[in-house]
T-cell receptor, first 113, second 114 residues
């Protein structure tokens, strides 16, 4: 079946450090891939997405590239801020749209000043 | 903001009692979803709807039922709540904002079953 595996946290970084959160997936066909972010006490917000191989999604300084050859969609940011502290979820939609999302377990990021 | 509200936002109930959670949207989206979020599991799909009176089961549907009598409202019912249903419940809609279909989430309902 379809599944998403993301690196386990928690991840703790200092402000201005480089961030990578790994995400790999298993799916049939050509899924769409997503990163969602959940700030403390809030719902999930779409951070970025990519709908086909080699697409790069980007938003708020975060980037992720859809790599079909390695079935990966790693999240990166060059310089994190305290305000980036949150839980990050990788997800896929196997139908290519968003009829059903399959989520990873989430990675909690804490950024210290 | 996809115009999604959930009610109640917090609820404490006792084992064996019925509970209904409401998701309301203001933008006439056809698809609506209910997820639960638990530590170590991420989000898991409970039920979804693809139109008025059209619903289907998700990954963890046992113990839950849903109804959608109007486009704007999607109700999740726990017929007889159990402690294992203590969770945070999120509603989502599918929308074509930004040019491609994506799911957008409500603020969540924290349910505690004692």
């Amino acid at each position: 079946g379809n599944s998403v595996t993301q690196m386990e946290g928690p991840v703790t970084l200092s402000e201005e450090a480089f961030l990578t959160i790994n995400c790999t997936y298993t799916a049939t066909g050509y899924p769409s891939l997503f990163w969602y972010v959940q700030y403390p006490g809030e719902g999930l917000q779409l951070l970025l997405k990519a709908t086909k191989a080699d697409d790069k999604g980007s938003n708020k300084g975060f980037e992720a590239t859809y790599r079909k050859e390695t079935t990966s969609f790693h999240l990166e940011k060059g310089s994190v801020q305290v305000s980036d502290s949150a839980v990050y979820f990788c997800a896929l939609s196997a139908q290519g749209g968003s009829e059903k999302l399959v989520f990873g377990k989430g990675t909690k990021l804490t950024v210290n000043p | 903001d996809a115009g999604i509200t959930q009610s109640p936002r917090h609820k404490v109930t006792e084992t064996g009692t019925p509970v209904t959670l409401r998701c309301h949207q203001t933008e006439n989206h056809r698809y609506m979803y209910w997820y639960r979020q638990d530590p170590g599991h991420g989000l898991r799909l409970i039920h979804y709807s693809y139109g008025v009176k059209d619903t289907d089961k998700g990954e963890v549907s046992d113990g839950y039922s849903v109804s959608r009598s109007k486009t704007e409202d999607f109700l999740l019912t726990l017929e007889s709540a159990t402690s294992s249903q203590t969770s945070v419940y999120f509603c989502a809609i599918r929308a074509g904002l930004g040019g491609r279909d994506t799911q957008y989430f409500g603020p969540g309902t924290r349910l505690t079953v004692l």
